[in-house]
């Protein structure tokens, strides 16, 4: 069960800091201007949640985020997916890769984890991945669509760097496929060739 603690300290954090940096962007990233969600001209995602719309629909960038963020808002309020009830525990996590300088190659840290009595779905990681797929495309399309807007903002920093941590993490936990990091295959390599 202690495997699974990074993906729950992590998913909030990273939906937060997608949801912020997103949320600076709502005034420019319109129907109007991004009647699509994409990733430049070859990435087009359709939108689909598998409950209310089964099959994949063609909407808007600011509707797709829409979608995506109370998607992921029922999905972590959704006990039975994330366990509401934690307590601490004290685990060894080898990383393949210094993911924070402050670590070492093995460290024993406090996680938090899974002690309500009801075992973890059995697709938990499957879900966990699809939140962090979708994530990533709001990455891509801030990055394709906005990022000169970023950039005006004096936000580019700190987009950086929330992307940094969130490639890190998703590399060393493989969460996304590598097929779906090709809008941003070039600033990936970039940052995982770093470390």
């Given amino acids: 069960m202690a495997s ?12 937060n800091q997608v949801n912020l940096l997103y949320g600076t962007l709502t005034e420019f990233c319109t129907p109007s ?19 209310q719309i089964k099959k994949p629909i063609e909407v808007s960038a600011p509707k797709y985020v829409e979608y995506l963020m109370d998607w992921i808002a029922e999905q972590l309020d959704d006990e039975t997916i994330f366990p509401q009830k934690l307590g601490i525990a ?3 996590i080898p990383l393949s890769r210094n993911i924070n300088p ?5 460290q024993v840290l406090n996680l938090l984890v899974h002690i309500s009595g009801s075992p973890f779905p059995p697709n938990f990681r499957e879900i966990v991945k699809t939140i962090f797929k979708r994530l990533f ?13 970023i950039v005006s903002l004096q936000e580019e920093a700190h ?9 890190l993490f998703t590399w060393e936990f493989h969460l996304i496929e590598k097929g779906e990091l090709a809008p941003l295959h070039e600033l990936i390599e970039s940052i995982i060739l770093a470390y």
């Fill in 159 to 167: 987009l950086n760097t929330c992307f940094k941590h969130f490639t």
């Fill in 102 to 106: 402050f670590f070492k190659e093995t």
């Fill in 90 to 92: 004290c685990c060894e």
């Fill in 33 to 51: 201007t991004c009647p699509t969600m994409s990733a430049g001209p070859k990435f087009e995602y359709r939108w689909a949640d598998g409950v």
């Fill in 137 to 149: 495309r709001v990455y891509a399309h801030i990055y394709h669509s906005h990022f000169q807007k």
């Fill in 4 to 15: 699974y603690s990074p993906f729950l300290l992590c998913a909030v954090d990273f939906f």
